[in-house]
């Protein structure tokens, strides 16, 4: 979500500098994707809540409280800041009748007047990439992205006598506000009137009931929803917005108090004239007080970290949670936002983090436990090492097909089987490497691939290998029946002794260029007493700034005190197809320079 | 240009041998597992409930008309299955490292890949702690991109893991993140027939095909699967 800097400091005036409040957000709460800042002054950051901290905050005050806990600097309540209407009784009917509707709270407002909001809000949700729309909307996104409780306006004069929170009957329609055409499951749960489904229940709201400009009267919707219910409907009619993103969550009942609060005083403020019933709360079963045990001995055991009791204490003062604390041993009033925090070790991140893990010393440590050799392993190597020594090079290729047995569902590329061999794959990688062998220097290209195939019966370890020719593919258990048993597998004939595998940061991989490359061969006959290395001096000098291989000597032999070298340069550029032409000016210089020296090119 | 050559080697094999000598020496041993995996050890051990959000954060390749199997999105699978099987073997403490190809449903680019390799482990113990995992951890990381590389560790969330942490390395001046960790949570030990009164378990796990790219520079984790030998020069 993205958070405004000068949004939270309505809440946290002291709040530090916005790139220390990035460090501070990294190591301490979450990861921060991106800073922006933006012209008039204001930075943006664009923070990356994951599913255990999404009940609190994916809100400017849920974060803003965090952080006043966490920097144990002020926090502005802004409650006082909102004037409460006044209001009178209110005839409204809510009627839940599915248990997935955990509190629904409704309050009908007459009289307003649908237009432009006030600059500051539309300031507000521009600053976090929201437009603004008209009053009424912008009133219940800012809520949301401000408290964290999505809320829905319906059109008053557009409803039909109550408000029914139910079940959708089967194959019952609705159209959303974005123009969706939605039918429904009896599994999915709406907000209807006394005839038809108004909205999708904590997702989207429905054209019908739509607040328009002419919009005279509204109702408030401020409520919750199971989150299982709410991620269900989503994602059967694949509907993604920041009110589904919340509830499927799971988001406190107890927050909808605030918001009606919040909302409403927003209201009374774009307009003055409103009159405001009172509100209709239905809460059948309110959210139970959690509490929670831990150890100080525990904590300091999950983080390899001596904690204290009166750090521990510190840190509960700072997040406002009620405790009592006996030899170490503390009971917390877990706050109802803090739907995250459920067993001890919750509490060893909470301590943890708040800390900061890198107060952790880094202790390697040994177990008491006797590793047992591991068989598979043990065959891939020692199957691998006999290949390599055999000449063959190992190549990896994709484990999905065009076709084959297994099929799996949905697949973001057009390949939607898992591969059946590995020969069809191995087929298509010595026909690349074939292609480019003079690059490789290879004048035969021989692979092998060990891996998993798959069939209906289940899945298999196969070994490949072989030649443009001829591809041989058995099981791995088939080709290891030769090993003799208590083989030890090797980790690759003590790969770390070789010196590529140096862990020093200079990388050793050269990226290949995406042009066609052009091999040419040399041949030179010289007197005998002429070392080949002599004759490759002079055409690598001469060879210009396009060779990516050679010249390397592939061929020799002697003949009446004369010896013929062959040699092999392969030209390649990083940024261009090389022409013909410039290839034959090199070899022609090449060729000058070695008549003049004396020999003489066949 | 004989033909009697040697063959050449992928260099994430060679990473992996790599990888299983390091943890073989701290006294992990090396377990396989199915690349199909059941959905109740790709995700309902591991404490990721169905109808959570928190299986969002992986896009999972399901199989057509099998259900209950899906592709392994990681490898902490047959972690947990080695952990489920060692204590019933009365093999505790232990601690078990494992390589292997995983699978993401999710469109490629030069980072990403359908599959690409995974490396994952644990330590159980009674003892065990996040020290320890940093311990560890900071251990593997020099092993793999040498001695000057600093290992950070920063707050993060996982189904499986409690408390959860993003492991960020030091290579080259720059902080890049490297892989997932944390404690196992009570309910996954719960779910392999471990008591979490008892034991605490280190986890971890990331991509090795990433370590593979950082440490040789490779610019496109696509190039592992393309069959081409060019790849094969370390």
């Not at chain 1, 749960?189 to 009267?217: P, Q, W, Y």
């Not at chain 1, 063959?392 to 297994?406: H, L």
């Amino acid at each position: 979500m993205k958070y405004s800097y000068n949004w939270l400091k309505w809440y946290i005036p002291d709040a530090p500098e916005p790139e220390k409040l990035a460090d501070i957000f990294t190591y301490h709460l979450a990861e921060v994707e991106n800073l922006e800042k933006l012209p008039d002054g204001d930075t943006v950051f664009d923070i990356k809540i994951l599913p255990n901290r999404a009940h609190d905050l994916l809100s400017h005050q849920g974060l803003a409280r965090e952080l006043s806990s966490l920097l144990n600097i002020a926090f502005v309540d802004p409650t006082p800041k909102y004037k409460i209407p006044e209001s009178k009784p209110s005839d409204l009917k809510i009627e839940i009748e599915s248990e997935k509707c955990r509190r629904y709270s409704g309050r009908i407002i007459r009289n307003v007047k649908v237009g432009p909001s006030p600059e500051w809000v539309v300031k507000h949700l521009e600053s976090i990439g929201q437009r603004s729309i008209n009053n009424m909307v912008d009133a219940a996104n800012l809520v949301m992205f401000d408290c964290g409780q999505p809320t829905h306006i319906f059109d008053l004069d557009k409803v039909q006598e109550k408000l029914v929170i139910r079940q959708a009957k089967e194959g019952e329609e609705l159209t959303t506000l974005d123009n969706k055409e939605c039918k429904f499951k009896s599994a999915d749960m709406v907000i209807a009137d006394a005839e038809r489904a108004l909205a999708v229940a904590g997702i989207k709201g429905g054209k019908i009931a739509e607040v328009d400009n002419n919009t005279k009267n509204i109702i408030l919707e401020v409520a919750n929803f199971d989150p299982t219910a709410v991620r269900k409907t989503a994602q059967s009619l694949n509907i993604f917005t920041d009110a589904r993103k919340r509830f499927e969550n799971d988001l406190s009942p107890e927050l909808v108090s605030y918001a009606m609060r919040e909302l409403s005083a927003l209201i009374l403020e774009m307009c003055p004239e409103a009159i405001f019933e009172d509100v209709v709360d239905v809460y059948p079963k309110k959210q139970e007080q959690q509490k929670l045990k831990f150890r100080t001995e525990k904590i300091s055991k999950v983080l390899g970290l001596e904690v204290s009791v009166e750090e521990i204490k510190d840190i509960l003062k700072r997040y406002n949670f009620s405790y009592t604390e006996k030899g170490g041993e503390f009971e917390i009033e877990v706050p109802h936002m803090r739907l995250d925090l459920n067993i001890e070790e919750d509490m060893a991140e909470e301590i943890g983090r708040v800390i900061g893990y890198d107060k952790l010393k880094g202790v390697v440590s040994h177990v008491d436990f006797k590793p047992k050799q591991n068989e598979l392993y043990t065959k891939i190597v020692w199957a691998r090492n006999k290949l390599k020594e055999e000449g063959y090079s190992e190549s990896m290729t994709t484990s999905f097909a065009n076709k084959g047995e297994v099929e799996v569902m949905a697949s973001a590329s057009d390949k939607n089987f898992l591969r059946t061999n590995l020969t069809d794959g191995l087929k298509e990688s010595i026909k690349l490497n074939q292609t480019n062998a003079p690059l490789l220097g290879l004048e035969k290209i021989k692979v092998f691939e060990i891996g998993t195939i798959f069939k209906k019966s289940g899945e298999e370890m196969h070994i490949a290998y072989g030649d443009k020719k001829e591809i041989k593919e058995i099981t791995l258990d088939e080709y290891t029946s030769q090993m003799e048993k208590n083989s030890v597998a090797l980790p690759a004939s003590g790969l770390r002794h070789e010196q590529n595998f140096s862990p020093s940061a200079s990388p050793v991989f050269k990226m290949w260029s995406l042009f066609p490359f052009i091999a040419r061969d040399v041949a030179v006959w010289v007197s005998d007493t002429v070392e080949s290395n002599q004759v490759l001096k002079v055409i690598k000098e001469n060879a210009g700034d396009m060779v990516v291989r050679g010249p390397e000597l592939f061929d020799e032999f002697k003949k009446d005190g004369k010896v013929s070298y062959a040699f092999r340069i392969v030209f390649q550029s990083y940024d261009r197809t090389l022409t013909d032409t410039e290839i034959n000016e090199v070899m022609n210089k090449i060729s000058e320079k070695i008549k003049a020296n004396g020999w003489e090119v066949r | 240009m004989s033909d009697n050559k040697t063959g050449t080697i992928h260099p994430l094999t060679l990473l992996a041998d790599e990888a299983y000598q390091t943890f073989s020496e701290l006294g992990f041993e090396i377990v396989t597992g199915p690349e199909l995996e059941s959905e109740w050890y790709n995700f309902d051990v591991l404490n990721v409930p169905k109808d959570h959000p928190a299986r969002d954060m992986q896009d999972t390749f399901v199989i057509k008309n099998e259900k209950e199997k899906v592709l392994r999105t990681h490898t902490t699978a047959v972690i947990a299955r080695a952990m489920e099987q060692a204590g019933k073997d009365g093999r505790m403490p232990a601690a078990f490292i494992s390589v292997g190809k995983v699978f993401r449903n999710e469109a490629t680019d030069f980072s990403h890949e359908m599959q690409f390799y995974q490396i994952d482990g644990g330590m159980i113990g009674e003892n065990i702690s996040l020290a320890n995992l940093k311990g560890v951890l900071t251990h593997f990381y020099k092993k793999m991109l040498g001695d000057e590389v600093e290992v950070e560790f920063r707050p993060s969330f996982f189904p499986f893991t409690e408390p959860s942490i993003e492991v960020f390395a030091k290579f080259n001046g720059k902080w890049l993140e490297m892989m997932g960790a944390g404690m196992a949570h009570p309910n996954v030990l719960k779910n392999i027939g471990l008591d979490p009164k008892k034991y605490q378990c280190l986890l971890f796990g990331g991509g090795l095909d990433r370590i593979a790219m950082i440490k040789w520079g490779v610019p496109d984790v696509r190039l592992f699967y393309q069959g081409d030998l060019r790849l094969n020069q370390i």
